[in-house]
């Protein structure tokens, strides 16, 4: 497998997009009596979660240690404020800094035996990669690990169920709903300045996710389908479905206003790149050199920074609307 085919395959699985994956929502709560207090509420265990592979998963006792397998479980575990609980996560992980000091328990393979010599209480799965992984899993609960597997989520409302399922499983409920709150009034604002935008003025719009001679793209039925048409924005590749290779010729011929590329953290000077090649030089967003690259994460986990890469996704395609 070349470079370009690895990094393009880690973005796939790990970003934990692809179409197809089911979702559960966690199951409802035990009714609180009214007059019990908040924080005992916030702390009542145990707890019975429907997790995304359809498992109701006993949770006994508010987690001490937590493993995440996943970025974005990860980052949605830090802004609920677990970050002294996290004793391990992937190898993929790198944001906030604190993950650098944890343990690093695998990427695509998980080691199993580390993990449980964390002494772990929980462990942060994920529907995108369960089902590489039911064997270690099985494991890990034998060894009397809870494993909570998040939903693969595929729009912000199956992120906001991520987070809130995440919060039961930790105890901290409170917070999640404070997160959901927060991300849905920071969107409303994006969707608001959207809404100023004409309908002749809307601009299509190429992402590339992974660089020549192997350019893949997001189709519809993509996170990055519905952040485009949050931001009034069309997305070129609308006609195909899910993540797609496309040619160079196709693209050349869809002509799009803008090219955004989100391989930056990888590929030297991406912007320059796209601008200096062959046969491109007819393409609208070429010509005018609108051309942008964004940070990848921003807009490929699904955890609490995603209004963050809408933002940066609309200032680049539509800078006179929603620049700051």
């Known amino acids: ?34 007059d019990q ?47 002294k609980e ?6 993929n992980d790198n944001y906030p800094k604190e993950v650098n000091s944890k343990e690093k328990v695998g990427g695509m393979e998980y080691n199993i035996e580390k993990i449980i010599g964390l002494d772990t209480d929980l462990v942060l799965a994920h529907a995108s990669s369960a089902h590489n992984a039911k ?13 909570l597997v998040v939903n693969n989520a595929q729009n912000f409302d199956q992120v906001y169920d991520s987070i809130e399922m995440i919060g039961k499983a930790t105890g901290t409920s409170e917070k999640a709903h404070d997160v959901v709150k927060d991300m849905k009034e920071d969107l409303a604002e994006v969707e608001e300045k959207a809404e100023t935008i004409k309908k002749e003025d809307e601009k299509s719009v190429f992402i590339e996710v992974s660089p020549a001679p192997e350019i893949y793209t997001s189709g519809k039925n993509t996170f990055m389908q519905e952040m485009l048409d949050l931001i009034h924005a ?11 290779q496309m040619t160079e010729e196709a693209i050349i011929k869809k002509n799009p206003d803008v090219i955004i590329t989100t391989h930056g953290y990888y590929t030297k000077q991406p912007v320059e790149e796209v601008l200096k090649r062959k046969g491109w030089e007819n393409i609208t967003a070429v010509k005018n050199k609108d051309v942008h ?32």
Do not use: H
Not at 135 to 147: R, T, Y
Not at 234 to 244: L, M, R, S, T, V
Not at 304 to 320: F, S, T
């Open 234 to 244: 069309k997305n070129a590749a609308a006609d195909q479905e899910g993540w797609i």
């Open 37 to 83: 207090p908040k924080e005992s509420q916030e702390a009542a265990f145990p707890v019975t979660i429907r997790d995304a592979e359809g498992k109701n998963v006993v949770i006994e006792e508010k987690p001490k240690k937590i493993v995440s397998l996943i970025p974005s479980n990860t980052e949605i575990a830090y802004e609920l404020g677990l970050g």
């Open 86 to 91: 996290i004793v391990g996560v992937s190898d």
């Open 1 to 34: 497998m070349n470079k370009v085919s690895k990094y393009t395959l880690s973005f796939v699985l790990a970003a934990g997009l692809l179409a197809g994956c089911g979702t559960d929502k966690a199951a409802p709560e035990k009714e609180e009596k009214a």
């Open 135 to 147: 064997d270690g899993f099985k494991q890990l609960e034998e060894a009397g690990i809870d494993v």
């Open 293 to 324: 690259d964004v940070q990848a994460d921003l807009v490929n986990r699904t955890g609490p920074r995603l209004v963050e890469g809408v933002e940066e996704l609309a200032e680049a395609i539509y800078p006179d609307v929603f620049k700051k």
